[in-house]
């Protein structure tokens, strides 16, 4: 029962920020991606055309697209470990980076669907909870590295108990974000709401109301659904 409920919720784990060009530009630290599965697919294929020459910001789109179009890439062992190859490489050419370290980490939680015991996959994703923890304390403030962690966090069954860092990444987004990035905010608000929905129901509708009333297009929308 835990093998399977590992491999679906880390198989469908998606680490995707999705904003408008405005804010994009508004706030260059944020490295946001397309949210629609084919534009993702188009824009993979023109960065990896690039290779070397692509910028800093270009490389960290570029293995944030294969850590998010894993089903979309064929869902396999190959995939990922060409992820983890790849990034393990860029990482040696960036090593201050702890946004390009923390999607290889977050890969390295996925090798734990292609193992044949609990054993096997709780020591896959105790070896990136360690990596994606490093990274959030060498870099607390640092937007991409917190929404990794909570994209992956958040996939994973209640034994690992990482709830807690899910509810704190996503208040530090939204701590760094609501004065600037409306889109983004409301998502952090949205993803606090969903899961504070089962212990604390009075907080899960604040976050789900202030959601709401950001201009936050989709999260916004999502979030009145819920009210």
Excluded at 28 to 47: C, D, G, T
Excluded at 171 to 189: C, F, H, N
């Amino acid at each position: 029962m835990f093998f399977q409920k590992i491999h679906q919720t880390i198989r469908h784990a998606v680490c995707v920020v999705a904003l408008s060009l405005t804010f994009q530009m508004a706030l260059a630290e944020v490295i946001a991606i397309p949210s629609r599965p084919a534009e993702m697919e188009k824009l993979l294929k023109e960065l990896e055309a690039k290779g070397d020459s692509r910028s800093v910001q270009e490389t960290q789109q570029f293995l944030l697209l294969r850590l998010s179009l894993f089903n979309e890439l064929g869902a396999s062992k190959k995939v990922n470990e060409e992820t983890i190859s790849i990034g393990n490489a860029l990482a040696k050419q960036y090593p201050d980076n702890a946004h390009i370290k923390s999607i290889v980490a977050a890969s390295v939680c996925r090798r734990a669907l292609f193992v044949n015991t609990t054993g096997k996959q709780m020591l896959q994703v105790r070896k990136c909870s360690i990596a994606l923890d490093k990274q959030v304390k060498k870099v607390p403030d640092d937007i991409n590295v917190r929404l990794v962690r909570a994209n992956t966090y958040k996939t994973l069954p209640n034994l690992f108990k990482k709830k807690r860092y899910v509810i704190a990444d996503w208040k530090k987004v939204y701590e760094l974000t609501a004065d600037r990035i409306p889109p983004l905010a409301a998502q952090s608000a949205y993803e606090l709401g969903l899961v504070m929905e089962k212990d604390d129901a009075d907080e899960s509708r604040r976050y789900y109301k202030i959601a709401a009333e950001l201009n936050g297009g989709f999260w916004s929308k999502k979030a009145q659904e819920k009210l």
